[in-house]
């Protein structure tokens, strides 16, 4: 079973702060993505990356930034933590070639930015 | 712009057939329908996809209409851990990459 897992189930943060989200997968996928997701609004890509040290803007990048060092890490960055970037964050991974590019998500980090 | 409409809910008793709709009135000839469900709070799981055929798998069927513009995603048997939201998507696949882009969904509450 493909297995994605994100550092923290919940965090909490003080505005001004520099916050790390680490996602990791285990099926040597070469697609990872971070989305955030708040109720009425749904799911909203913030950032990708389709291989090591690649990364590609979503729809809402501004106030984030991504690192991919290594295969199976993807990092979300909130170089200063706002109140507005209070939500739940997910991560998810996928094939590069093939047909079928399912994605497979983790179970998400519900951040609070206090 | 997610691309597509889908009722905001929907109700279905234990044990009968799921259906649930999803207009894509402006997909192009090279886009994919897929669908995905998020149980409560859990992350997204992939379910099923389609270019123009009718689909199945073990988790559900999809049904295409000729003309592309809409689709439905049938559970054959519903049960409680059925109940989460639905999303129907579009997607244009590439050799490399693609991304979703979801919209709000159909909540689907299964009851006994």
Redesign the interface.
């Known amino acids: 079973d493909v297995k ?1 897992t994100q550092s923290s189930r919940y965090l909490v943060k003080r505005t001004g702060e520099k916050v790390f989200l680490e996602c990791v997968q285990d099926m040597d996928h ?2 990872m ?1 971070w ?1 955030r997701q708040d109720p ?1 609004l ?4 913030i950032y ?1 990356s ?1 291989d090591v040290k690649m990364k590609e803007k ?2 809402i990048p501004e106030g984030y930034s991504v690192s991919r060092e290594k295969k199976e890490r993807f990092s979300l960055i909130l170089e200063s933590a706002s109140t507005n970037q209070t939500s739940m964050y ?1 991560c ?1 991974s ?1 094939f ?2 093939g ?10 980090t519900r951040l609070t930015v206090l | 712009d ?1 691309k597509t409409t889908q009722p905001p809910s929907m109700d279905c008793a234990e044990g009968r057939a799921a259906n649930l709709p999803c207009n894509h009135s402006t997909i192009s000839g090279n886009e994919y329908v897929y669908w ?1 469900r998020q149980i409560h ?6 379910i099923i ?1 389609g270019l123009k055929n009718n689909e199945t798998n073990e988790m559900a069927s999809l049904i295409i209409t000729e003309d592309r513009k809409s689709s439905t995603l049938i559970l054959p048997h519903a049960t409680l851990r059925d109940t989460a939201v639905y ?1 129907c998507i579009v997607r244009v ?1 590439t ?11 159909t909540m689907l509450l299964v009851s006994p």
């Open positions: 994605v070469e697609n993505f989305y009425g749904g799911l909203r890509l990708f389709y979503g729809d997910l998810a996928s590069g070639g047909a079928v590019n399912e994605q497979f998500f983790g179970p998400g | 997610a995905y709070s859990q992350g997204p799981q992939y996809h999303y696949i050799a490399g990459y693609s991304t979703l882009t979801f919209g709000k969904g």
